[in-house]
Structure formats: structure tokens, C-alpha cells
């Protein structure tokens, strides 16, 4: 795919520039419509019953007084719709309502659609279930223990899955190495928490003569609309043809939208059941239980190197906690392994990764989805092995850089690598040489690095079907629509789209108008995760334009007396290049034509149209510039004129699929890690610790990424800031707390993300290694950002203070914990549990409201209470 | 959750308000609601009747009375944090109030509710208590003023009759004392983990002396007494080893994000950094 063939080689009109997103002004207006704002005639409101227990087998559900319940329209159970799904085909173990077992505090159990939410919540008290419990396992390294009981029939030892991967010869390198650093580093859990809930209407067309139900249309907070109507025709046991899924915007994914969440099914289980749409919005607690998020993971990492600080081999055992499902879990595991090693040259490289199921909420896909939590732990291993060996972090990072284009050892193809210029452009600007290591005790700067794919290469689905497909309509009047699958979550997708269209057509950006996310309209996009919209539906929309341009090219090129190949596309004009460019300059006919543009043919505003001759004139300058005859240009919609009138109606479509020699390996798991290009980040962040409270205050973060090309530097500038607070998050205060598998900060008053409020200053870079096979050389910048942010902070924490914080994140508590085993000062008792079952000792969750004596309840039968638990091996 | 279903009253004066509470052992009293709302959609309480105070006019007042400030019950955290009254002759509590919750909180929370509520990480129990306060509460059978020490009972408890609306807060003027609040904030709910409320009244190193309210620690905002009595007519450089006795005999509680041990830690450190800051900012 030679680029330079498309207009990359010339000046930008569109891409580059900075550009508001296209949905700005509906979303900060309010008049932007989000799936809870979505009502239909006759509508429901569903509740959800979730599980109290961790691990229960269900004997009898008894829902008759809920359902006599005045209000009631339909009570639904595991019964209704028994088929297990799940986002990965090898992990279909999910039903929509459980049936005969609950796997964790917040499995859903039944679903209540009645009149008022009020009712349905009312309703929700009257259903009787009876359970048998079981023993429950909180910590995966028990739960790899297990015996008997296994969460899932089929997963002896409660392991979901395993692999181990060798490249090159580890044990060799680790013999041929100077000096070896050995260390194991925990990150727990965290959550999306994107702003808006998860939010599901779902509504069936009802034959008014026969009752029957017809098609069904879902609309829903989702990120990969054609999944869910591939996972709702499994579930349903209806044909995909009879399900539409529309995507309304959406208020953040974060991969926590990016499968199909429970809601998403029962709300259109139970709209079969009452014949009438039901809605579905989670409560913030729903939220948290419905999670989806970055597992707990425990890495054991070593790392062998020579004197100089050259790599020569890694080894790491990564255990992480999946939760009660399999959800993206081996997904995650194998990007753990795979991008381990391959942001650097590294020979040998040996990776053992276990996905453990345990009786918590499961884990999924998560920002910088597998990555983040293996690259606090190396990063920081390399800043240990630094120190031990009194090496510059910057330097040791510039010996191990790859030599691209080329393979790394583990199969991925590298043909852009921005990471030399964003570790220069991050040292340059914190001026890390003069003040590393010489702020003073207390303060201190570090430095991370990461890396992220563009798109997975091979497909979840394992089909040969390219990853996206656009089609692109244009209107007599020039006004171009682009039907896109991909999903806009917050992310630009839509911006992105009109920008690379508005580009390749030479057209105004407001011409342009994108229909996304809805399965009856758009062609099938595979949907908004691993940062690929950009590469994979950039591409295919940059395709489908091009395909629209020659068709427009063709026609004008008759009315011109030219080659098609002699014209230019610019400025909301057709050009022969050989006669046409004074228009662009600031000569006479330029500034009548934009004058013109302006009076009379304002994109998108109100127009007079007339049909003459088969032709739609606007005012008379059409019919003047027609007389004229043969000319040197052309406006974008007389040249559409022209197409259309030549073509008949005009549309293009455009497809991507990653190059072949992009896909990786063969070996088993060789699947996930391919990517058709990698992004690069480097960051260094400024920290000062306050060595009496443990208290860390980040005050700037230096974040250089190399995103291939900034089509809208804006945007890219929002995620580098976006994606550094999230990684903030994760290292200073993020940590979902568990009591007994019961979540123990389940809203925003107890666990908070960061945001602009106690942002630190982040001046963010952009790095352009131009990919070859991105679209005008864009590549992945909504995640790969993050992954630096956690050891950046937790280098800087060592440069100031001299510790080594090897669990996140890195609270008060535990940076003090550990100043005070440097001083080998007395310990304080920092790690005292809560027990949510003694309220009088539970005061409250930071401030949350839980009064006395009423604390979260649990069932008298509850092994956390009759100390069942001990023999369930459960510790968390 | 939505709350379960109540009456509302709006009474436009104090006395149908009082009149109203008597009536009804079920009822509520609303003011700021940021306490009172989220707990009934908790379905953590659930009156049958919410007495709405704010339609009564004039109780949000912040005036002087001589020797005292005196607070209509009323006063958002907002209005106190930027009174020029307060913070010309009594500071402490404006410190108090910015450094409630968020805007949000600020605008709409009131000090009447707060004191109220009695959240055992709130902030204005431990300026209060440190200024000697007086809370004034009132019902059918006239005003009562309750001495701050013997206010706050126990967590979320008060020493309010149910049938008691407050109605003013009195704060003494602290002109010649430095007065600080030192806050060690929860990163989500923005509530006290630690609050630490200094007055110190001295001169040149030598204090005079001292008062000292923490709020976060234990179930209920106490004055730090041991600290108080080693500080008195004490050099300043007596404060670091007196600050130690920040949480003496405190049964110090732990939830999920700091334990019983680490508050008390944060007690005795931002107790000493509390007072020598009290004792420079009146220096100056
Ligand atoms: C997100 C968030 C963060 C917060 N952060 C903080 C913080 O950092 N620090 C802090 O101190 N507080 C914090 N708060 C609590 C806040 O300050 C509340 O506003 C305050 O606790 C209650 O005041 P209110 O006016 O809202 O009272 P309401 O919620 O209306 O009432 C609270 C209680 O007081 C009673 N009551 C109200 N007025 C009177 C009266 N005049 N006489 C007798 N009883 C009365 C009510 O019946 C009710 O029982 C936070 C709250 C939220 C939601």
C-alpha cells in the first residue's frame, strides 16, 4: 500500500488541523441524546435481582408475588433464555440470568419490567430465591488451588486459561547476563467508571392483528454494536437479520462497553416476555458489578542484563484475576505476554500467563487492555536495575530501542517506532539530565514507556472479513455521508471519519455527515476497542473516498477537457493541477469563488433548488459557469453535479483488512498481539512525596506519543491528558476493595478517578513516525499513553525518596509503609480490614453513607458469617 | 435507588416549621438535602414527612453581635467560606467551610445541617468545638443554647431533641489568635480522613493558649485535650512533642481507605503542622 500515491504528499486541508469534534456542540448543549434519554411508546422500566453470594447454586426461584404484584408486566429468569454467550468464542459461559448457579455478589438472578421503577423495585423484594452456597474463591492463588467446586464445569483448578511462551533461549540469556533483578509487583483492580451508566431500551415490533412479535430493535450504550446483535441472535434464537442495534452516543467505554454487558440481553428477554419495550439503566452500583475492568494481577518478573544496561532476556509469570467469567480474559492474558517484551530489542523473552477465574465480578477489557499492568511492573524493573547499576533510566531505554522496520522475537511487525523521539522529546522538556536525582530529598522526576497496538490484527470473530467497511453517499447538493459501523464513544471516531472523507474529497468538513453504529444502516465495523477505529475504519473510509473522488474525478475530467488524473481535490474544489492551481492561491477567481461559495452556496445551509434540464441549479451561477463551457475548475458540487449526472447516484465503498504480514505468529496464542502498527509513548512525571503522611503530589507530567500522524491534534492531545489521568488513577488512588467477595467501594463517593479538577499540569507531545499502512500515517493515541503514567510515578517516587513501591496503587498508606521499613522505623498496623458484617466498626465507605448498624446486609446463611468461609480457601 | 415515598411541607416561617416538626414523630428536616437525599435513596433513612427549610426567609444571615458572630442556620458552606466577617474576625470556619467537598457540596450544603448530621469526617464539628461555639436550637418550648463540647454525642448523633430545629451558630471573634485547618482529604468523597482545627492565642514562640478540635478520626469530633494542657504557657518549641498526644485515648476507626492506626498517624502529624502554622499566621 504505497501512500504516497494519495495526497499525503501534499499539504493538509482537513487532517492536521485543529478541529472540534463533530458532536461537541449536541453533547455540551444537552440536546445530544444518550440511551437513558431514549423513550418509546408503552415503555418499561427493568430491575434487576443480583446475587447476594459469592458462589450459590440457585434451588428455586419463586417469583409469583412479584408477578401479582399491580404494575408487573413480566418477571424473567435464567428460564427464559437459557444459552450461554459470551464475547470470545472459545469463552461462552455467561447466561443473561443465571441459571442454577450464582458466581458473584451482583449475578444477575431475575429481571422485573413493570410501570414505574418504583414498582420494579418493590417487585424485586418479592422475589424468593432459595440458594445453597458454596465455597467461593476470592484470591486467584488460591483459586488455582481448588480441588472441587470449580466455578465453571470445565476449568479444573478454576484456571480459565494458561500459556506459556518461549522466544529465543531465556535460561541462556540469564546465564549470559551481567546482573539479574528478580521482584514480584502486584497492580489491583480497577474500574472504567465511565461516566454515563450502561443503558439498555429494547423494543420489538408487535403484530397488532396476531400478537406476535417482529423485529427487535435494541438501543444501547455499546461499543461493538454488531457484536451485541450477534450475541442477542444467539441468546434470542433469532436470526441477526431481525435484530437492529442502534448506538446513541455514549458516554465513555473504556472497554468497559466494549462486550456484551447482562443488561444488553435482559432487557430484550424481558421485552419478549411483556410484550413491551423495556429500559434498562444500571444504578453506579450496577456498574461496578457489571465491572468488566482491569484484573488484580500478580507479576513475577526477572530481567537479565549486561553491564551496560543492553537487555538480554526477560521472564514473567503473570497471574491474573478474572473473576467469576471469561469475558476478554484470554485476550488479556496474551497481551500481557505479548507486548511484555516488544516495545524493546529484547533476544530472549519467557512468559507463563494464568487467567484465573474467582467469585467476583469478571474482569475484561480495560484502556490499554493486558499492557498496563505488565509495564508498571517491567518499567519499574528496569528503573530498579538502574539503580543497582548506577545507569542513567533514559540511557539504559536509548540502548534497547528496536531497529525497525523490523519483527521482534515474538512475531510483531514494526514499521513505525516514534519511541526514540518521544523518550528525547520527554527528557528534553522535564530537563532530565540536570534534575534528575537533584531535586532534593522529597522530590524527584521518572520515567516510563509503553506501547500499544492500532487494532488487533486478527479478529476476535476468526474471519477472514475485513475489519471494517464504509460506504460513502454524496448528494446532488455536495453534502457526503459516510455510513461508519465504528462506534463513537468519546473518543472522535465520528471526527476522525468526516475529517479523512472531508480530505481525500477535497470537500468542506461540514459537508460531511456520519452515520455510525447501527447494524440496518451501517456496513459491518467490528466495533470501538484496541484502539483500531482509526486504522481500520480510517482506512476503509479513506478507501470508499477515494472510490467516490475517481467517480467524481471521471465526470469533471469530461467537463473539463482533462485527464482524471489532472485534477486536484482542495478547498471545496475540483482543480486541474496543470491550470486550475491560481485558484487556491490568493489571486482574483480564488477570492471570487469563495466569495461565491459564501453568498450562494453555503454547505449544508439552505439552498434554492430547481430541477432544470435534470440538472439542480442554484441561482443562476451554475447555469452561467455550464455556459462557459470547459474550464480550469470546478466547484465540489458542480463536480458532484457533473458525477451524478454521469454515474447516476453516487456512492463508494471501502474496506480495510490488516496486511498479511502484519498477523503474527503460529505458535498457540500467536493470535493476539498483531497489530497492524504500534503506538509509542514516553512520559516523565514529577512527583514530591511528604515523607510524615505518605502522601505523593504528582506536579507535572512530560507525555510524549507517537500516534504515526495527528489527523486532529486536538483530539490526540485529549487522549495523551485523558489517558495520563486514568494512569494517575491507577497508580495514586484507584483499587476496587474486596471484603469476602463483596465490593466495598461500589460508587463514586469512594472511588474516584481523577479528572481536570486535580490534574497536575500534563504538557502533552505528539510524536509522527508516519506509519506506512495507517491512513495518511495515523496511528493508535487513545491508549497506549497510559501504561507509562504508573511507573513514571513510581520511578519518580524512588528518585525522591528512595523506595520502591511494587503494588499499586500507591496510597498514603503504603508509601508510608514503606518509608517506614526503609527507616526500619516501627510498623504501623496499615493494612486493618473492614468487616461490612460488624457495622459497628464499619463506619463508612470515606464518607459514603452507610449509618450505624446499617451497613451493607448479608444473608444469615452467608459463609463470610457461619465461617464456612476458611474452607473454601477464599482469602482476599 | 429511589427514595421511599414522603410527604413535603415548605413552611414559610420558622414557627409553622417548629409547629410542624412537633406534629409528626416521622418527620424530616431538609435544608441542604447533600446529607439528608442520598441517605433516603440509600433507603438508609426514610421519612414519612420532609419539613423543607428553605423556604423560611432570613435564616441564612451571617451578622455581627458584639462579642460573637452569630450563623443563621441556613448559611451555605459557601457563604461562610467567603464571609468577610468571618474571615476578618473569626476565620476559622470560613478555612473550615472551603475545604467542604466540592462546589456543589459548598453551594448547597448548609452549616445547620452539617452540625446536624453529625458525620464523624466532617469539618465544621472540629472548628467548632476548638472555638468554644454555641449552637442554638429551638422548638415550641423556646431556644436552647447548647455549649459545642456537649453537642456531638456520638456518630451521626447530636445532643438535638427531635423536636429542635438549630437555628444560629455563635462563634467568638478570635482576633490576637492564629487560627488554621489542616485537612487530609478522602481523594473520592472529599470528607475529612483527618481535620485538624487550631486556635492559638500567644506571643513570640510563647503560646498562650490553645485549642485543638479533630474531626476523621474517631466517631465523633473531640478536642485534643492532652495536646491543649502540655501546650499551655509552653514554648512553641513544645509543639512537636505535644502533638504526639493527638489521639490519646481515642478509639481510632478504620474503613477501606485508611485504618484505625494511619488516622491517628495523620492526627499527631497534622496537629503539629496545625499549630505551628496557627502560631506564625498570627505572627504575622
Ligand atoms: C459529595 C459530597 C461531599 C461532601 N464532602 C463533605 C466534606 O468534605 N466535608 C463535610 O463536612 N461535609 C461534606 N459533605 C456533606 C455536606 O457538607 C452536607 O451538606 C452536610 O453534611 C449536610 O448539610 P445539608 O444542609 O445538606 O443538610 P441535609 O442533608 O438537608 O440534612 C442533614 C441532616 O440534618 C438535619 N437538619 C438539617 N438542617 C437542620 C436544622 N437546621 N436543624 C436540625 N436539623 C437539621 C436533617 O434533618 C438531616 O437529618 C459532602 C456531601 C456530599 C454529597
Known sequence: MANEERPTTTGFSVIGKRTAMVDAAEKTTGAGKYTDDLSVPGMLVGKILHSPYPHARIKRIDASKAQALEGVSAVVTGEDAPVTYGILPIGHDEHALAVDKVRYVGDNVACVAAETEAIAEQALELIDVEYELLPAWFDPEQSMKAEAEFIHEGRPHNIEKEYHHVFGDPEKGFAESDYVHEARYIANEVTHAAMEPHSTLASFELDPHTGKLGRLTVWSSTQVPYYLQHKLSLVLEMPMAQIRVIKPLVGGGFGGKSEVIPLEIIAAIAARAAKRPVKITYTREEVFWAHRGRPRTIVDLKTGVKKDGRIVAVRARVVQDGGAYCSYGPVTILYSGALLGAI????????????????????????????????????????????????????????????????????????????????????????????????????????????????????????????????????????????????????????????VAAEVLGCALSRVRVVAADTDLTPIDIGSYSS???????????????????????????????????????????????????????????????????????????????????????????????????????????????????????????????????????????????????????????????????????????????????????????????????????ALQEEMVWKDGMLMNPGLLEYRSPSSVESPEIEPFIVESIDPEGPFGAKECSEGSLAATIPAIANAIYDAVGIRLREAPFTPERVLAALRAQKNAKKLNLTEGVDPTSPARFREHGGALWFRGKGPQRHPRDPAITGQQGSAGGDD | ?????????????????????????????????????????????????????????????????????????????????????????????????????????????????????????????????????????????????????????????????????????????????????????????????????????????????????????????????????ALRGKPASAIAEAAKHAADKVEALGDNYASGDYRRHLAQVYTRRALQEALSSKRK
Open chain 1, 344 to 499: 524493546y530489542d529484547i533476544p530472549n523473552v519467557g512468559y507463563d500467563g494464568y487467567r484465573v477465574l474467582t467469585n467476583k465480578p469478571a474482569c475484561g477489557a480495560m484502556r490499554g487492555h493486558g499492557t498496563v499492568n505488565v509495564r508498571f511492573a517491567f518499567e519499574s524493573q528496569l528503573d530498579e536495575i538502574c539503580a543497582a547499576l548506577k545507569l542513567d533510566p533514559k540511557e539504559v531505554r536509548q540502548k534497547n530501542f528496536l531497529k525497525p522496520p523490523c519483527i521482534t522475537v515474538n512475531n510483531l511487525r514494526v514499521l513505525s517506532y516514534g519511541l526514540p523521539d518521544c523518550v528525547q522529546k520527554v527528557a528534553a522538556a522535564s530537563r532530565w539530565k540536570e534534575r534528575r536525582g537533584k531535586l532534593g530529598r522529597g522530590r524527584g522526576l521518572g520515567m516510563g514507556c509503553s506501547h500499544y497496538v492500532s487494532g488487533a490484527a486478527n479478529s476476535i470473530i476468526r474471519s477472514d472479513m475485513p475489519h471494517s467497511t464504509v460506504n460513502i453517499k454524496v448528494d446532488r447538493d455536495g453534502g457526503v455521508v459516510v455510513y461508519t459501523g465504528a462506534s463513537e464513544i468519546g473518543q472522535g471516531s465520528d471526527t476522525m471519519t468526516a475529517q
Open chain 1, 532 to 730: 483500531r477505529v482509526t486504522m481500520m475504519a480510517g482506512n476503509a473510509t479513506l478507501r470508499a473516498a477515494e472510490e467516490i473522488r475517481k467517480q467524481i474525478a471521471s465526470a469533471a475530467a469530461r467537463k473539463m477537457n482533462c485527464a482524471p488524473e489532472d485534477l486536484v481535490f482542495r478547498e471545496d474544489k475540483v482543480l486541474n493541477n496543470n491550470l486550475g492551481a491560481r485558484a487556491l492561491s490568493p489571486a482574483k477567481e480564488h477570492r471570487n469563488a469563495a466569495e461565491i461559495l459564501e453568498t450562494t452556496d453555503a454547505p449544508r445551509g439552505p439552498s434554492v433548488s430547481g430541477r432544470v434540464e435534470g440538472q439542480i441549479l442554484r441561482g443562476s451561477l451554475q447555469q452561467k459557469r455550464k455556459e462557459e463551457g470547459p474550464k480550469d475548475w470546478m466547484t465540489f458540487e458542480e463536480a458532484v453535479v457533473a458525477a451524478i449526472d454521469f454515474h447516476g447516484a453516487l456512492t463508494g465503498t471501502g474496506s480495510y483488512a490488516p496486511s498479511l504480514d502484519a498477523r503474527g505468529g503460529k505458535f498457540k496464542g500467536a493470535g493476539v498481539g498483531p497489530s497492524p502498527a504500534y503506538s509509542y509513548s514516553a512520559q516523565v512525571a514529577e512527583v514530591s512525596v511528604d515523607e510524615e503522611t505518605g502522601e505523593v503530589t504528582v506536579h507535572k507530567v512530560w507525555a510524549a506519543h507517537d500516534c504515526g500522524r495527528a489527523l486532529n491534534p486536538v483530539s490526540v492531545e485529549g487522549q495523551i491528558i485523558g489517558s495520563v489521568w486514568m494512569g494517575l488513577g491507577q
Open chain 2, 1 to 229: 435507588m429511589i427514595p421511599a415515598s414522603f410527604d413535603y411541607e415548605s413552611p414559610k416561617t420558622l414557627n409553622e416549621a417548629i409547629t410542624l416538626l412537633a406534629s409528626r414523630e416521622d418527620a424530616k428536616l431538609l435544608a441542604g438535602g447533600h446529607s439528608l437525599l442520598p441517605a433516603m435513596k440509600l433507603r438508609l433513612a426514610s421519612p414519612a414527612l420532609l419539613i423543607d427549610l428553605g423556604r423560611i426567609g432570613g435564616l441564612d444571615y451571617i451578622r455581627d453581635s458584639g462579642e460573637t458572630i452569630s450563623i443563621g442556620a441556613l448559611a451555605t458552606h459557601a457563604a461562610v467560606a467567603a464571609s468577610r466577617l468571618l474571615l476578618a474576625s473569626s476565620p476559622l470556619l470560613a478555612q473550615a467551610a472551603c475545604n467542604i467537598g466540592d462546589i456543589q457540596v459548598r453551594n448547597r450544603g448548609t452549616i445547620g445541617g452539617s452540625l446536624a448530621q453529625a458525620h464523624p469526617s466532617a469539618d465544621y464539628p472540629a472548628a467548632i468545638l476548638a472555638l468554644d461555639a454555641n449552637i442554638v436550637a429551638t422548638s415550641q418550648s423556646g431556644e436552647r443554647v447548647i455549649p459545642a463540647h456537649s453537642f456531638f454525642t456520638g456518630m451521626f448523633t447530636t445532643a438535638l431533641r427531635p423536636d429542635e430545629i438549630i437555628t444560629e451558630i455563635r462563634v467568638p471573634k478570635t482576633a490576637g489568635s492564629g487560627t488554621v485547618y489542616k485537612k487530609f482529604h478522602h481523594p473520592a468523597s472529599g470528607y475529612a480522613v483527618v481535620g485538624v482545627a487550631a486556635v492559638v492565642r500567644g506571643a513570640t514562640g510563647k503560646i498562650d493558649d490553645v485549642a485543638i478540635g479533630i474531626t476523621g478520626v474517631a466517631e465523633v469530633a473531640y478536642r485534643a485535650t492532652a495536646v491543649e494542657d
